[in-house]
């Protein structure tokens, strides 16, 4: 069980590249909405021809520019959860379920029967897509999908149609589904919790460009580009000068920084994440400088401050620092300098 | 009366064509990558050319000197003033009316059902008629009654290609004309009344359905 892509593409704004290996998992792909993910579901499943390269799954070649192969989307045994669920709307649950099915009557009957109740369909064969919720829709689409047997499932943004407290619900649902599943799995999200959570190793994809695919942890704790680094919900990121002494200079903020690693030419950025600041007393630690509010934001459970430090260069929003505490801990600081260290650990080195 | 049952007939029968035509030329088009802007237009312009220059083309195509009016010659069929031609050239005039309507509703329809039908292992001739068709049914049926609303006024074309006889190529519209060029105006006026009567409902059947209720 396992996939192969190696796809190249041309779009209006950027080209596509892709490249990854795929075996019994579930693998997701993070980006920025419009970076082209989307489109890449699109080439594997045969919707949309790649430019060059190859696909193989299982040892077939679903597309190979050089052998002049590109089968058809119908024989390549793919299913696709598309973002509006593409539920035929003037077929009830039944007929859609059914409508990718072989075999005689009685058994797409008892083959529906069955997948209606393991998505908690029962009762609503008769019922049009429209009639339906959000996540029943998504069900039925899931059930349809699985009917048709398919070797691999694409799931674009699946829970973007949804509200936040469905989107949970049927999260839950949808990673047992999954886990069942017999074959490889690709999703594509704009959310990096949600594809933290649904799966096992994590790529992104940047200006159509695939950046290695990693474990998800991996990733999240140790980013290697500004985009992974932002997409896994760092908030601050500035290029770097490297000093002489191994330090770094943050270009945006006019500070100086000591991280863990051993910092190398290679190294062109440094993020910090929101929460990873800590007020302290005085210059006594590395990594400690000065900043002042310049915006204060209440949110739902924390306060987001926009703080510029003392030496920032930049005038505009850049060279504002995001910094995250619980309400509690801002209401101590109330009144004092603040004084902002960073642990040699959360500096985090990108190229 | 014979002129009613002749519109009646010819508008029957050059909307089933047309119905069919009109159908495969928008899946034609639409799937269509290259060269889209060029057939849409070929098949638009019966539309928007004059009716004699229609008519004009049709005598072209199905005369007795073109390749096709000499084949049906050898079997005694002479195409060019009969009761066929009011059929050929009414259903050329109305077949854009269908074309374009389909072609618009199927453009407007979810392209994500045709590729769901594909991953699903639909066949393309499934896909066309279980998804699009009902996808597309509200234009359909619009597309269909202009149509035949055309193919009931349609004047131009016939005049030239079936020409005015009485009994057997004259249709209301010509029948209208020929009694105004006698000066019979009292004819001409109960011509009238009756392609009213014919066309209005038909305008209201499409308001009624066109707007209202669910689907698309």
Request: proline content about 4%; aromatic content about 10%; overall charge positive.
């Amino acid at each position: 069980m396992e996939l192969i892509v190696d796809i190249q593409k041309k779009l209006h704004h950027f080209s596509l590249q892709i490249q990854f290996e795929a075996g019994q998992e579930i693998i997701g792909l993070l980006g920025a909405s419009g970076c082209g993910k989307s489109m890449t579901l699109k080439c594997i499943a045969g919707i949309e021809k790649p430019d060059q390269g190859r696909i193989i799954l299982n040892g077939d070649t679903l597309f190979d520019s050089g052998k002049n192969i590109n089968l058809p989307v119908q024989k390549r045994g793919i299913g696709y959860l598309f973002q509006n669920y593409a539920l035929f709307p003037h077929m009830t649950v039944e007929q859609n379920i059914t409508s990718g099915m072989q075999g005689k009557r009685h058994e797409k009957k008892a083959e529906a029967d069955r997948l209606m109740e393991r998505f908690y369909l029962q009762g609503l064969e008769r019922q049009y897509p429209t009639q339906l919720s959000g996540g029943q829709q998504q069900r039925v689409a899931l059930a349809r999908i699985l009917a048709a047997k398919p070797r691999i499932l694409l799931l674009d943004e699946p829970f973007s149609a949804l509200d936040t407290w469905l989107r949970w619900q049927l999260e839950q649902e949808m990673k047992k589904t999954l886990e069942a599943f017999p074959g490889a799995t690709l999703l594509v999200s704009h959310n990096r919790n949600e594809v933290y959570r649904l799966c096992s190793r994590v790529g992104v994809l940047a200006n159509g460009k695939l950046q290695a695919i990693q474990e998800k942890w991996t990733l999240f704790q140790e980013p290697q580009t500004p985009e992974a680094c932002l997409l896994t919900g760092c908030k601050n990121i500035s290029p770097v000068k490297i000093l002489p002494d191994g330090q770094i200079e943050a270009c945006y903020w006019g500070i100086r920084l000591k991280p863990e690693k051993p910092v190398d030419s290679s190294t062109h950025y440094v993020g910090i994440r929101a929460h990873y600041f800590i007020p302290v007393e005085d210059f006594s630690l590395p990594n400690t400088f000065e900043v002042q509010a310049e915006q204060i934001i209440e949110d739902t459970f924390s306060i987001i401050i926009m703080a510029r430090t003392k030496g920032s260069l930049e005038k505009g929003r850049k060279g504002l620092i995001r910094w995250e505490l619980s309400k509690e801990k801002w209401k101590e600081l109330q009144g004092k300098r603040l004084l902002l260290h960073i642990a040699e650990k959360d500096v985090l080195l990108l190229s | 009366m014979t002129a009613f049952w002749i519109s009646v007939k010819t508008a029957l029968c050059a909307t089933g064509i047309v119905f069919f035509a009109g159908l495969y030329a928008a899946r034609f088009v639409y799937g269509l990558k290259r060269f889209r802007g060029i057939i849409d237009g070929l098949f638009t312009l019966p539309m928007v050319l004059p009716p004699t220059v229609v008519g004009f083309f049709i005598l072209l195509a199905v005369g007795k000197n073109s390749p096709f009016g000499r084949f049906l010659l050898q079997f005694q069929i002479q195409l060019v003033f009969s009761w066929g031609a009011t059929v050929i050239a009414s259903a050329v005039v109305s077949f854009p009316m269908m074309y374009r309507t389909v072609l618009g509703s199927m453009e407007q329809m979810d392209r994500n059902l045709i590729y769901a039908g594909r991953t699903l292992g639909m066949s393309e001739r499934r896909i066309f008629w279980t998804v699009m068709i009902p996808s597309c049914r509200k234009g359909i049926l619009a597309g269909t009654v202009l149509a035949m609303a055309r193919a009931i006024g349609e004047f131009g074309a016939t005049m030239m290609v079936a020409g005015n006889i009485p009994g057997r190529t004259q249709t209301l519209s010509t029948a209208v004309y020929t009694a105004m060029q006698a000066g019979d105006r009292t004819s001409a006026f109960r011509w009238v009344l009756v392609i009213l009567a014919l066309s209005l409902p038909m305008m209201f059947f499409i308001n009624y359905f066109g707007n209202g209720k669910k689907g698309g």
